[in-house]
């Protein structure tokens, strides 16, 4: 079935750097993309949703480059602040199983 | 205010108790589903439901049971617990069925089994 990988598991940026989060998904036919951010002992809230006919999508402060060739999903927070260190998942939908398939997370640290 | 509630945040259970989490949202989706997070696994799919009908069970053992008692409700009742259960169990809602449809999360019960 689906799987989706994603790196790098850790990530330490310091305010006002960019961070970026690479997932790799393995089924071609996964329609949907979404990422989510989850706070330590918090549900996920959802950050982003990009469909697979889109290449790249910009929503406050965030960027998701869709690379369907490489099947390559990226998130670029760009002026990253503290308040955005957390667990992100990369998390595709579609292909095998109309289920959400999770990445593995990246914890972001971000240094004031 | 929250839009999906989950209760209860933590449970401690013995081994081969039963327990049943309980979640309610009120963003008036239709679908509703179940998630599990451990500490050894990504986070999985368990269980979709739409309508208050069971649409999809990745579950393979059947000592878990979602119950809908309503369109808004989706408990998940948990039989003969054991120390693998112990997990984060994350419910989950979206206005229908299908990857247009943005699944929004509850805030999770944190299950322990001694």
């Known amino acids: 079935g689906e799987q989706v990988e994603q790196r790098p598991p850790h990530l330490s940026v310091p305010e006002g750097d960019s961070a970026v989060i690479i997932c790799t998904y393995t089924?071609?036919?996964?329609?949907?993309f979404y990422w989510y951010k989850q706070e330590p002992g918090a549900g996920l809230q959802l950050l982003m949703s990009?469909?697979?006919?889109?290449d790249r999508k910009e929503e406050q402060g965030l960027t998701v480059l869709l690379n369907k060739k490489d099947k390559q999903l990226s998130l670029n927070l760009t002026a990253a602040h503290p308040g955005d260190s957390a667990v992100y998942f990369c998390?595709?939908?579609?292909?095998?199983?109309?289920?959400?398939?999770f990445g593995t997370g990246t914890l972001l640290s971000v240094k004031p | 205010d929250p839009k999906i509630i989950q209760k209860p945040k933590y449970l401690v259970a013995v081994t081969g108790s039963e327990k049943i989490l309980i979640c309610e949202q009120y963003?008036?989706?239709?679908?509703m589903y179940w998630y599990r997070q451990s500490a050894k696994k990504p986070l999985e799919f368990m269980f979709s439901y739409s309508y208050q009908k069971l649409m999809d069970n990745q579950t393979a053992s059947s000592r878990f049971q979602p119950q809908s008692s309503k369109k808004n409700h989706l408990d998940l009742q948990i039989t003969a617990l054991k120390p693998d259960d112990s997990a984060t169990y994350f419910c989950?809602?979206?206005?229908?069925?299908?990857?247009?449809?943005?699944?929004?999360f509850g805030p999770g019960t944190r299950l322990t089994v001694l």
């Open positions: 989950a809602s979206s206005q229908g069925l299908g990857g247009s449809y943005e699944q929004y």
């Open positions: 990009v469909f697979s006919n889109v």
């Open positions: 089924d071609s036919a996964t329609a949907y």
């Open positions: 963003l008036g989706h239709n679908a």
């Open positions: 998390v595709g939908y579609g292909g095998s199983g109309n289920k959400l398939i």
